[in-house]
């Protein structure tokens, strides 16, 4: 597969980092979730998939905005990058699930001698995925998005 290139997206604290490679196929997809304050937004559970809220871009309409899943179109190799950041909160990660297997995580851990800071973690992965293979994002724990 020829690299055409890559490009990065900054909006805030996040950043999206896309790399393209010509498969002869065309999707891509980018989302995040509608900004919280930590007492209200979006309220994730521990185990269940990140249903994304915000869809940046879908080329290939190979994310489901009802259950948070992207599905593989086909056979091949995959990149997944995700983070997250969390305010004097509670730790938190965030687990990639790609055919049933967490590939990759990041964490926001709070310190105990810290006061009103951010704290950030992210991940990025390339996974080898057949065609129908399911890839979402899961928390560790129960909190306010």
Do not use: W
Request: glycine fraction near 8%; charge should be negative; hydrophobic fraction near 35%.
């Amino acid at each position: 597969m020829p690299l055409l290139g890559t490009f990065k997206i900054k909006n805030n604290a996040d950043v999206l980092t896309f790399i393209i490679f010509d498969t002869g196929l065309t999707f891509a997809f980018a989302v995040r979730l509608t900004q919280g304050n930590g007492t209200s937004g979006t309220y994730l559970y521990a185990g269940d998939p990140v249903v994304f809220t915000n869809i940046i871009t879908d080329i290939g309409q190979v994310y489901n905005p009802s259950n948070g899943y992207f599905t593989a179109p086909s056979h091949g190799l995959y990149q997944f990058s995700v983070s997250l950041t969390n305010y004097n909160s509670e730790d938190q990660a965030l687990h990639v699930i790609a055919a049933g297997e967490m590939v990759c995580g990041a964490s926001g851990q709070v310190s105990s001698y810290s006061y009103n800071y951010y704290y950030s973690g992210s991940c990025t992965t390339i996974v080898e995925l057949y065609a129908n293979d399911v890839v979402y994002v899961v928390p560790t724990n129960n909190a306010y998005a």
